[in-house]
C-alpha cells in the first residue's frame, strides 16, 4: 500500500511524510512573521495549497490504482489541524 503521504481521508496508516508536511505548515503558520517579515503582524488564511504528485506514483500497479482516490483524497478541502 502506498502510504508515504496518505492523508486520514484516505484510510489505512496515515503517511509519516504527510504529518510531516503538515507539522511545517504549522511552524511556518505559526512563526510566520520570521519567514515572510512583510506579512508580520497581519492576519493570515490558507485557501489553498499546491500538491506537487511524485513521480513514483506510477513506478508499479498498485501504486497506480491507488492513485486517483489517494490524489482526490489530497485535493478534498480541509483545515489543518
Not at 492513485?67 to 478541502?77: C, T
Amino acid at each position: 500500500m502506498q502510504k508515504d503521504f496518505r492523508p486520514p481521508s484516505s484510510g489505512g496508516e496515515l503517511g509519516p511524510y504527510y504529518q510531516k508536511m503538515l507539522g511545517h505548515v504549522k511552524d511556518v503558520l505559526g512563526d510566520l512573521g520570521t519567514h515572510f517579515p512583510e506579512l508580520k503582524g497581519r492576519d493570515h488564511e490558507v485557501v489553498g495549497f499546491g500538491w506537487h504528485q511524485g513521480w513514483n506514483d506510477g513506478c508499479g500497479m498498485p501504486a497506480t490504482l491507488e492513485y486517483e482516490k489517494s490524489l482526490a483524497n489530497q485535493i478534498i478541502k480541509r483545515a489543518i489541524p
